[in-house]
């Protein structure tokens, strides 16, 4: 995957991603259904709707983003290393740009959620109460950029090598696909371990949108339990996604389907 073209990582790693949801959908139909979030709240009308939303969207940040990284690099304030790299030195960038863009966007996204920024900005996105995954780009493209501007202002900030690159985007890619999935996939243990629990889950970003309030962590838990803002049924919601195994009722109040 080319680091000096992220618009080429971007499009190898949404194609990837759908191949495999594709073929893991058709494979595990049934326990997968039995993993929604919010059973029977799929509604096409509103799919295609953040489809248009979302492609928009998607178009205006690719060519800001791409085109601001292409700018900044020309005139010298981005600059990536090349030649033999370690391992650890990947992992040790790629680990810093993952905790700094979990506050970057902690923050960011707490305070989209204050007016006028909310009714301005932030708005579109939660027209979607059960999320899917396009919901991940529906979004007014100004919020789409306030996100995206992360990549390039962490490069101008640190210099990283060149091999470091293509892991950042496409996190970003896919965490977003997974949390707007609207299906619980992660095991019952994954908020019982100590090193886990700190990060997020589905349930975790679905239930941000079900009730337009806490949990506005990215990748992390880790504000969101400093700072008092995460749900405190999160965690019980959790376990019941994760240990679904059919659908037999919805409770008519929270959307979320009980055994």
Avoid at 2 to 11: E, K, R, T
Avoid at 64 to 82: C, D, N, P, V
Wanted: some cysteine; hydrophobic content about 45%.
């Amino acid at each position: 995957m080319s680091s000096s073209n992220p618009a080429l990582s971007f499009a190898l790693v949404i194609t990837a991603f759908a191949v495999v949801a594709l073929l893991a959908a058709f494979l595990f139909r049934d326990a997968l259904l039995a993993r929604k979030i919010q059973p029977g709240t799929f509604r096409w009308p509103y799919v295609k709707t953040e489809l248009r939303h979302g492609l928009f969207n998607l178009v205006i940040v690719t060519v800001t983003i791409t085109g601001l990284i292409s700018w900044w690099t020309q005139i010298g304030w981005i600059e990536l290393r090349t030649g033999p790299v370690s391992g650890w030195t990947i992992a040790g960038e790629y680990a810093l740009s993952f905790f700094l863009f979990d506050a970057y966007f902690y923050w960011a996204h707490r305070l989209m959620h204050k007016e006028p920024y909310y009714s301005w900005v932030h708005k579109l996105h939660h027209r979607s109460t059960a999320p899917v995954p396009i919901t991940s780009w529906s979004m007014n493209p100004i919020e789409g950029v306030i996100e995206g501007m992360f990549t390039p202002l962490f490069m101008v900030v640190f210099t990283i090598h060149e091999a470091t690159v293509p892991f950042i985007v496409p996190t970003s890619i896919l965490m977003g696909l997974y949390v707007h999935s609207g299906f619980e996939l992660l095991p019952r243990w994954w908020n019982r371990t100590w090193l886990t629990k700190w990060f997020i889950s589905a349930s975790f970003h679905d239930e941000h949108h079900h009730y337009f309030t806490g949990n506005f962590g990215g990748y992390t838990t880790i504000w969101d339990r400093l700072c008092g803002t995460m749900r405190p049924k999160y965690e019980a919601n959790f376990d019941r996604a994760s240990t679904r195994r059919t659908i037999r009722s919805e409770d008519p109040h929270g959307g979320v389907a009980v055994d």
